[in-house]
């Protein structure tokens, strides 16, 4: 069988990667060598050049088009350098993925020989033809004009392959009316939005200097590694990303063994070889460790700016498949490629800082200081307090629902976590007896040659799907495979109208009078922790406690992504996206129905798949087998032996069902032809998914009667344990 090869194959794996060594070259050799960064620049630019390009890089100002030749120029001059043959816009349209075209420096010329050219045109706009990206109806195939757009504050990179290299440029993706048609120009419109609210409050703190506040976004990638084999024997890993079939293997993570073990050495050799490839292009990695699932690993960087982030964690994406591919592995990042085992994340650290500031979030030393701290706090606790059907909507995809909800991942109700320090200051700030200034309490380990710590802030628990962290935001419910660019955008937005509120109400309040700013914000604060304070959780999320709890606080609990998109359309995320400038209301909808698209479109390929496999691998295996048994039994007759018959009855009834649910399946996949978005997306919740876990539950107990030598798909043992 397939599997049979398969476990060959991956039993007698060996290294096939690069020998990576940190001695011949430091890896502080590899920081940023391939990023055309701020130390390149400063080499390479006249110096009006570079000041005038900060500018717009630190502070946001527009981007002055009569450099834009003199930047491509050097920039194309240090990528052929470097070995580049071509450059690439690189843009994120809606599915999520990062799409590039690529064109040659060489033009032809009259004489026959060829000229390397980038002129700053190039540089600042391209027209790839992006007539097949899902547009949610903004923009007809017919005038399919789709343009990409430097932007300036990401910086341009190489890639290299095995065979060259490309030089690659950031870019925001819009139709010709300047309409979004990616992810990234929402991000950077809600950046700017973020930064004009919080440069109110900040003035009301007496900081001026007008240091452009950016958001900051630290993201924890969780992946699972396997065999390649396993991968090409698993029809539905190369298509859906996840097993459709498979049983809990006779031990999985109940050992609680892998989490924060010892990394296997092909892993670890991996890891290293990612690692190298991100420091080239600048991509902080810092962190890297087992996770809780066996074969689950986790990776993550430094935060950086909200923008540069997201297109640094896809690229991070990117790094690690191709990456895993050498080592004979594959990637997976579906949020739930196993059942019964962990799912995957990607926990959104996000934070707001200047370079006159620093981190908002992270409490401050004086009261002062600390009244600023508490008012950003109380903004964030009043924005997902109001929004949390939009922090919900935007963590919706059919890999996501596996996981959310389920009994590791946060469950689907957004609620707030603020951990005993903070939540002590909001207590006695609801109480009305608050003073400004946090207790600052120290641990006592209760081991005397060790020092008593700093209390830290953001004690853990990793059941809530929005947790403070000492001095940071940790959006959890975000799924592994997903671009980080909607939930930050949902972020600076939300927070963005927060600000915008507590900044009016303290400006009226105090009226002009610095004087009144204490009791200006200890009214503010009173006001916002009674009006939000049943979105703040501090228990198990996971209880079933918390779900009627939940439900009389009236917290929503959207469990489906057909539960949660329609949240997108209400009339005040609507407005909220359109006060801002973050988003059109055409612009919301057309994503509104891309993301349900998308929805349906990925249950589609797991039904198409789930049929398929059941059909002409599992359903195959079944009969032979049970044609084994009938045989014995007719054989043992014969001769005049009793034979009991259990194992033939239960696989003869086991092979009839599997037959009907294959019949309901296919049922439910034709009758699926819905016309209204919603409707579809409904019938895929509702009808198509039970029918595909009915189809599996009979697999996966056939799983347990068919002889080994028969059974077509590796099995979850195999896939998680061989390494
Ligand atoms: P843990 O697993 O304990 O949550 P990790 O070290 O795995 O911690 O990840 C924490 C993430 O939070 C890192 O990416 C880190 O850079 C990020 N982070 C720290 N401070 C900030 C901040 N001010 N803004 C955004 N992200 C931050
Ligand atoms: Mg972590």
């Known amino acids: 069988t397939p599997r049979q090869a398969a476990v060959a194959t991956a039993m007698s794996y060996a290294a096939k990667g690069s020998q990576i060594s940190f001695v011949d070259v430091p890896a502080q050799d590899y920081y940023s060598a391939n990023v055309f960064g701020k130390n390149v620049m ?54 999520g993925a990062t799409a590039e075209k690529h064109d040659s420096f060489l033009s032809p010329t009259t004489d026959g020989s060829t000229l390397s050219e980038f002129s700053g045109k190039q540089l600042i706009q391209g027209e790839p033809d992006g007539s097949s990206f899902p547009t949610g109806g903004i923009r007809v195939t017919s005038q399919a004009r789709g343009y990409t757009i430097w932007d300036v504050t990401s910086p341009a990179y190489i890639l290299e392959n095995p065979n060259g290299a490309t030089l690659c440029i950031p870019t925001a993706f819009v139709s010709w009316t300047g309409e979004a048609l990616d992810k990234k120009t929402p991000v950077l419109r809600s950046m700017q939005a973020l930064n004009k609210q919080a440069q109110r409050i900040l003035k009301l703190f007496g900081h001026e200097d007008g240091a452009f506040v950016a958001s900051t976004a630290g993201p924890e990638q969780e992946y699972f590694l396997v065999d390649r084999s396993f991968y090409y024997a698993r029809p539905d890993l190369i298509a859906a990303g996840r097993t459709l079939f498979g049983s809990k293997p006779p031990k999985g993570q109940e050992f609680d063994d892998h989490y924060f073990g010892a990394i296997p050495e092909r892993v670890l050799a991996f890891m290293m070889e990612a690692e190298r490839e991100l420091f080239k292009l600048g991509i902080p990695v810092k962190t890297r460790h087992n996770e809780v699932a066996p074969g689950q690993f986790e990776v993550a960087p430094v935060f950086e700016s909200a923008n540069v982030a997201a297109d640094h964690q896809q690229l991070m994406m990117l790094i690690l498949r191709k990456t895993a591919e050498k080592y004979g592995m594959s990637c997976l990042m579906h949020e739930k490629p196993f059942a019964g085992v962990n799912g995957s994340g990607k926990h959104v650290n996000w934070s707001l800082g200047s370079s006159s500031q620093g981190n908002m979030l992270s409490p401050g030393d004086t009261p002062h200081e600390n009244a600023q701290f508490l008012v950003f706090c109380a903004a964030v606790i009043r924005a997902v307090y109001r929004h949390q059907g939009l922090l919900r909507a935007v963590v919706a995809t059919a890999g996501n629902d596996h996981r959310l909800g389920a009994n590791e991942a946060p469950p689907a109700i957004i609620s707030i976590f603020l951990g005993d320090q903070l939540t002590d200051v909001f207590e006695q700030i609801k109480s009305g007896g608050a003073n400004s200034s946090i207790p600052s309490g120290t641990l006592t380990v209760g081991v005397d040659v060790l020092p008593p710590l700093p209390k830290d802030a953001g004690d853990r628990n990793r059941t809530s799907p929005f947790a403070f962290t000492g001095n940071r935001f940790e959006f959890r419910a975000v799924g ?131 049929v398929q496999i059941a059909k002409t691998q599992i359903f195959p295996a079944a009969i032979r087998y049970q044609s084994e048994l009938a045989a014995t039994c007719a054989n043992l007759k014969a001769i005049g032996y009793e034979f009991d018959t259990d194992t033939l009855d239960a696989v003869t009834t086991l092979v009839k069902s599997l037959q009907d649910s294959i019949a309901k399946l296919e049922f439910a996949i034709a009758d699926g032809e819905e016309s209204e978005p919603m409707d579809c997306a409904r019938h895929h919740c509702d009808a198509i998914l039970p029918a595909m876990l009915e189809v599996r539950k009979y697999v996966d107990q056939l799983e347990g009667y068919v002889a080994d030598d028969l059974w077509p798909l590796p099995t979850y043992a195999e896939m998680l344990f061989i390494k």
Not at 521 to 538: G, K, M
Request: glycine share 4%; proline share 4%.
């Open 42 to 95: 400063k080499d390479r630019l006249p110096k009006s050049v570079y000041k005038s390009l900060m500018s717009t890089i630190d502070s946001g100002e527009k981007l002055d088009p009569e450099i834009a030749d003199i930047v491509a120029s050097a920039m194309k001059d240090w990528a052929m350098e470097k070995g580049a043959t071509h450059y690439a816009h690189i843009f994120y349209p809606l599915t």
């Open 480 to 610: 592994s495979n997903q671009s980080i660019a909607g939930p930050l955008v949902a972020m600076n937005t939300i927070i963005a109208e927060s600000v915008d509120y507590c900044a009016t109400t303290l400006e009226a309040a105090m009226g002009g009078d610095p004087a009144k700013l204490n009791s200006a914000v200890q009214s503010l604060l009173t006001e916002i922790i009674n009006e939000c304070s049943s979105v703040v959780f501090d228990g198990d999320g996971y209880s079933e406690e918390w779900h009627e709890e939940a439900e009389k606080r009236g917290l929503l609990n959207l469990k489906t992504t057909a539960d949660a998109l329609p949240q997108l359309l209400k009339p005040e995320t609507v407005e909220l996206f359109e006060t801002y400038g973050v988003l059109s209301p055409r612009e919301l909808h057309s994503r509104f129905e891309t993301y349900v698209e998308q929805y349906c479109l990925s249950i589609d390929v797991e039904a198409a798949l789930a």
